[in-house]
């Protein structure tokens, strides 16, 4: 199973106000988060409702999807996924399925893959 993502008394959070030159309205929250022996950062926003994880690998979103699905998600609401690669190649989100960790990976993996053929 998974690393629960606890907060770390190292990390941080920040919060930034929307900017005029930025579309898409809403403040944002960046965030430092352990996951694991190592810890993950990333930036959530409430309009449009999101999360995304920076600098990740396969293995690291998968848990982190595992953590969102347990601890933060309501159960039964979808999560989607895409990657900066798939919204450059106008790639529509995909839908994460309930799903071992493996699977997760691997799911992440053939994305990565399905990008890198079409360029």
């Known amino acids: ?5 606890e907060l770390d008394p190292d990390s ?3 919060t930034e106000y929307p900017r005029a030159d930025v579309p898409g309205g809403g403040p ?3 965030f430092e988060a352990a996951l694991g022996e190592e810890d993950i950062e990333g930036m959530a926003k409430l309009d449009p ?3 995304a ?3 990740c690998t ?3 979103a998968a ?3 595992q953590w969102l699905r347990a601890a933060v998600v309501p ?3 979808a999560i989607s996924f895409n990657t900066e690669w798939g919204m450059e190649s106008d790639l529509p989100d995909a839908v994460v399925p309930t799903a071992s960790e493996a699977d997760l990976v691997q799911l992440f993996l053939n994305n990565i893959a399905q990008i890198d053929g079409l360029n």
């Open 75 to 77: 159960q039964g609401t």
């Open 1 to 5: 199973m998974a690393s629960p993502v």
């Open 63 to 65: 848990e982190f999807v």
């Open 12 to 14: 941080f959070t920040r």
């Open 53 to 55: 994880v920076q600098s």
């Open 49 to 51: 409702e999101g999360v």
């Open 58 to 60: 396969a293995h690291r």
């Open 28 to 30: 944002f929250m960046f």
